[in-house]
């Protein structure tokens, strides 16, 4: 019931276009987080032949990457995912002076996500595994919701511990997009993910840890929340930019930023604009 209320409250007096707001209501308290214009940072320093995992690597966010950390220098990356080995990705990965393997695993299961970490310690980890399964939430089951929150949440949870002691950084992959009218009713249990995903890169932070979430809008190219068939080119980013994106926003050394494409059909924009959290 006091859920509900608080429910009933927030449809009964909706915000004013404006700046994105996240709300949350914690014992009796209602919290406002904002985001704010984030300034114009150097990018972050990669080493050119540091260790990478990439989990999710096979995917379109996951294998661009890639191919932007093996076009830096002589890395070793380790990609991982439940699909099957991307035999081109890894041929063309080589090709560009990477030593690179694929391994095939489940990042929501402690004993695969201990297989990838047990060689070693990596200077990065790439967090851009995920499941989405559009319907409404009121047609799924348990199982399903399960399903879709084990990669952002338990995943989340096992990849951050298995690396902790270290100094790596966790660059963890959400989607804005989830929650963009017409998505969000589809793919709730996806964008509930992205919310406890985006709560535990606060958690990290505060504890001291590396850990950043970046928000991507809907991606024109690929990705779980790709641009919908017929959507303005407008607020949409192209997958092939998503690198430059991430090591910009992780520069700004905050927890969360939300990334908003460059807006106009067609034309060239100077870089997606980055927004960061405050209390």
Known sequence: PVRRAALDRESADPPAPGPVQIVACRAGRRLVREFVPAPVVEPVVLPPDGRYLIVGGAGAVGSTIARDLASRGRPTLLLAG???????????????????????ADVAVAADVAALVADGGFDVVVHAAGVL???????????????????????????AGAVRGHRTLIVA????????????GAIGDYAAGNAYLD???????????????VNLPAL??????????????????????VPRVLWAEVGLGVAQVLVTAPTGADRPAPGPRGDTTSD
Do not use: M, N, W
């Open 173 to 184: 992959v959400s989607s804005v997009s989830s929650a963009l009218p017409g998505l969000a």
């Open 82 to 104: 439940r699909s099957a080995a991307p035999i081109a990705l890894l041929t063309q990965l080589r090709a560009l002076g990477a030593t690179v393997s694929y391994q095939l």
């Open 220 to 241: 024109r190219g690929g990705g779980l929340a790709a641009a919908r068939p017929g959507q303005a080119a407008g607020g949409v980013l192209p997958v092939e930019l």
């Open 133 to 159: 399964r559009p319907g409404s939430l009121r047609a799924k089951t348990p199982a399903d919701l399960a399903a879709g929150l084990a990669a952002k949440v338990r995943g989340t949870d096992l990849l």
């Open 199 to 213: 709560a535990y890169a606060a958690a990290e932070r505060a504890a001291g840890r590396r850990f950043v979430a």
